[in-house]
Each structure stands twice: as C-alpha cells, then as structure tokens.
C-alpha cells in the first residue's frame, strides 16, 4: 500500500487555540481525502473529506486544506474544545481502489 | 441497522485458543472491511468484501486469521490459536460502494493473556 504520512503524532492545545494536523502522500491517483475522528472506546468516525478539484472545504470549525502541487493536505480545528480532544486519522483512497491508506494517527488534547 | 454492530465489544481469552469476532454492517451495504488498531498505532487493513466477489485478503497477517461474509450481510473474524501479539481492538466497517464515507463499529478489544 502507498504511505500517507500524518504529523504530529500528538498535539496539545489550549481552548480556543487552533489545531493542525498535516498529511503527505506519494500517489498521484489518490483522488478522495477524508479525516476521521475518533474518541476512545469508538470507531473512527468521518468528519470531513475533500477531492482534489478544490483547494480547501471548511465544515463548522473544521477545515481541511488540499495542496495538490505539494500532495499535501491539512485538517485545522478552529476555536478548539476540549470535546474536540480525540485520535484524528487521515486517509487517501483512488478510484480505483476500494481500501483507502491510513495515516497513523494523531491524538489531539485541548486543555480547558 | 442503523449503524455498524459488533460483538463481543470485549473478548479475554488464552494463548492458543481460537476466538470469533462478528460483525453486523448497516443494511444495504455491500462492502465491508476488517481492520486491526493496536495500541498506539494506525488502522492496519486486514480484508475486505465486496459483494459477492472474492474477498481482498491482502492484509492478514498469517494463516491463522480469517474471515467469511454470509449472505453478503454479517461478517465473521475468526483468529486461530490466538497469540499475545494478536490482541488489539478490530474494527469492522462497511460501505454502500467504495471507500468513501465508512462507518465503523465500536470495536472489538480482544485481549489475549
């Protein structure tokens, strides 16, 4: 499988800062880009995805940047609160592929 | 359903015993996919079905594990002669085609001592 590489490993932010979590790909093919989140004790849950015809797609306090020249991508967490402290996962998948490649992680705590 | 079941949510057994892990995925669903979350660590992919075509078991990590989808609805895991190494939370999801937009079940943490 192709890596997709997520950094930081762990992020810890104050209330109300902004949280960034990056993600680099090697495969060009890769064509839909989502994040999920996931508390403990849960399965990952999709937040947001992006394809790479835009640039960046903003839901709520959640924004992901797409840098398609750079094959990057980026999820920022606005306003950040302490429910937002969970593992967040970035994946990049292909048309033709139906098993999407996982980043390792990144386990974000928002302190009060 | 209305989202994707799993059971048991916790499983303690002894090295060498064979454990089966069940998976319910949301209705009308077709694909499905097995994946392995050790401590600390990403998603690891262990196989994926497809309807009725032959499952993508690329991601096993050795004879010992496999998995079988009946009526192209539930889903079993079975891990043969279980090692400590094993234990893990796997985590099922399923979708309506592709990979996009997954639903995953709360997992099963299994424990092996």
């Known amino acids: 499988q192709q890596q997709v590489k997520q950094s930081p490993q762990s992020l810890i932010v104050q209330k109300g800062g902004i949280s960034i979590i990056n993600c680099a790909y090697e495969n060009t093919a890769f064509d839909y880009f989502p994040w999920y989140q996931q508390f403990p004790g849960k399965g990952p849950a999709l937040l947001i995805a992006i394809r790479p015809d835009v640039s960046e797609k903003k839901e709520g306090r959640f924004t992901i940047s797409f840098n398609k020249s750079a094959k990057q991508f980026s999820l920022h967490i606005m306003d950040s609160q302490p429910g937002d402290s969970a593992t967040y996962f970035c994946?990049?998948?292909?048309?033709?592929?139906?098993?999407?490649?996982f980043g390792r992680g990144t386990s974000l705590i928002v302190h009060p | 359903g209305a989202g994707v079941s799993q059971s048991p949510s916790n499983k303690v057994t002894e090295k060498g015993k064979d454990v089966e892990l069940r998976c319910d995925p949301i209705s009308g669903h077709t694909a499905l996919y097995w994946y392995r979350q050790s401590l600390g660590q990403g998603l690891e992919f262990l196989i994926y079905?497809?309807?009725?075509?032959?499952?993508?078991k690329s991601g096993l990590p050795s004879d010992r594990f496999s998995a079988e989808r009946t009526g192209g609805s539930v889903s079993t895991l079975t891990i043969q002669r279980t090692q400590q190494e094993d234990s893990a939370v796997y985590l099922c999801?399923?979708?309506?085609?592709?990979?996009?937009?997954?639903?995953f079940g709360s997992g099963t943490r299994l424990t092996v001592v």
């Open positions: 994946a990049a998948s292909t048309g033709g592929s139906y098993i999407p490649t």
């Open positions: 999801a399923s979708s309506l085609d592709r990979a996009d937009g997954y639903t």
């Open positions: 079905f497809q309807g009725n075509s032959a499952p993508d």
